[in-house]
């Protein structure tokens, strides 16, 4: 069965530290990627997607992913974390022949000033 | 705001209960998607909904149902409550009904169950 797992349940960084999220998904079909963000008390936002073409995929608020397909991975990377960011971040995939979103558990960021 | 609204936020009830939860997706948007999130299990999908017709179905259990209406908006009724349903049930909506090309997923706030 297809799944997506998400490397780190938790993630504790300081301001300006760089961030990355790993994602890998298992299926070796066509897939869209999506990673998506919920601020606390807050519903799902989508950061990014990714479809095809260039495989580095820029998304709001500074974020940006890269699809590896060899390696079946979708890693979310930030240069340099805010306060702000703190969130809990999904990453998301759409299989092929497949109308719905396969969710990865979730990765709780927390950034301390 | 994503433009999908649920209610009600909050519902507290009891094992052996039912109740029935409510999703108004865009304006526009046919497709309705219900999702439960809980700590253990994560962000789960249940049911799809297309323009009144069930597009998909994941792992939602017998004891729960669904359904959209004439006018798109869609409920989904979870009855035999048990203490492991406890949750936040989230409804999303699409342009379309997902297939070969794939439309943005807009969630709603969510609607948080938690059975005693």
């Known amino acids: 069965a297809q799944s997506v797992s998400q490397h780190n349940h938790h993630v504790i960084l300081s301001e300006a530290a760089s961030l990355e999220l790993g994602c890998n998904y298992s299926?070796?079909?066509?897939?869209?990627l999506f990673w998506y963000v919920q601020y606390p008390g807050q519903h799902l936002q989508l950061l990014l997607k990714?479809?095809?073409?260039?495989?580095l995929v820029k998304g709001i608020k500074g974020f940006e992913a890269e699809f590896i397909k060899s390696k079946f991975s979708f890693n979310l990377r930030k240069p340099s974390v805010q306060w702000s960011d703190t969130a809990e971040y999904f990453c998301?995939?759409?299989?092929?022949?497949?109308?719905?979103?396969?969710f990865g558990k979730g990765t709780m960021l927390l950034v301390s000033p | 705001d994503s433009g999908v609204t649920q209610t009600p936020k909050h519902l507290i009830t009891a094992t052996g209960q039912r109740v029935t939860l409510r999703c108004s997706p865009r304006?526009?948007?046919?497709?309705v998607y219900w999702y439960q999130q809980s700590l253990d299990q994560g962000l789960q999908f249940l049911i799809q909904?297309?323009?009144?017709?069930?597009?998909a179905k994941g792992n939602i259990l017998e004891r729960f149902s669904a359904q959209q209406f004439p006018d798109l908006h869609s409920e989904l009724n979870l009855s035999s409550l048990e203490l492991g349903d406890s949750a936040l049930y989230f409804c999303?909506?699409?342009?379309?009904?997902?297939?070969?090309?794939?439309?943005?997923?807009?969630f709603g706030p969510g609607t948080r169950l938690t059975v005693l």
């Open positions: 999303a909506s699409s342009e379309g009904g997902g297939g070969a090309f794939y439309n943005e997923q807009f």
């Open positions: 998301a995939v759409k299989f092929s022949g497949y109308s719905t979103l396969t």
């Open positions: 909904y297309y323009n009144g017709e069930e597009r």
């Open positions: 990714y479809f095809s073409g260039d495989p």
């Open positions: 304006s526009g948007d046919l497709s």
């Open positions: 299926y070796g079909g066509t897939v869209n």
